[in-house]
């Protein structure tokens, strides 16, 4: 088992900036791919961005440039940092760990961007 513990949502003005942070503590393997998703009020969770163990990272066209994903593993964290936020950034925020024993999600942080 894999437990996710997300942290640093918030309420941020357009433009602003704001760096979530997910620990995962557990039966942890080497090998595992750690992303963030989100779910927006009305609508399906969608992937945002996704970092391997090896630091190989991906994003979502909407956030690419301004969204940084980034991972410590010998803390077994994974970071969103998120610049120039946009009113359609405002969703609940979830960290998703996969390993070859499972998939485990987080319970979600929020994030509100606000003018």
């Known amino acids: 088992q894999v437990q996710l513990v997300e942290s640093g949502g918030g309420l941020v003005q357009p433009g602003g900036s704001l760096r979530l942070s997910c620990a995962a503590s557990?039966?942890?393997?080497?090998?595992?791919?750690m992303a963030w998703y989100r779910q927006a009020p009305g609508k399906q969770r969608e992937w945002v961005a996704s970092i391997t163990s090896g630091g190989l990272t991906d994003y979502v066209n909407s956030v690419k440039g301004r969204f940084t994903i980034s991972r410590d593993n010998a803390k077994n964290m994974v970071y969103l940092q998120m610049n120039s936020l946009r009113l359609e950034d405002t969703a609940v925020y979830y960290c998703?760990?996969?390993?070859?024993?499972?998939?485990?999600w987080g319970q979600g942080t929020q994030v509100t961007v606000s003018s």
């Open positions: 998703k760990f996969v390993q070859p024993s499972g998939t485990y």
């Open positions: 557990g039966s942890i393997f080497s090998s595992n791919t």
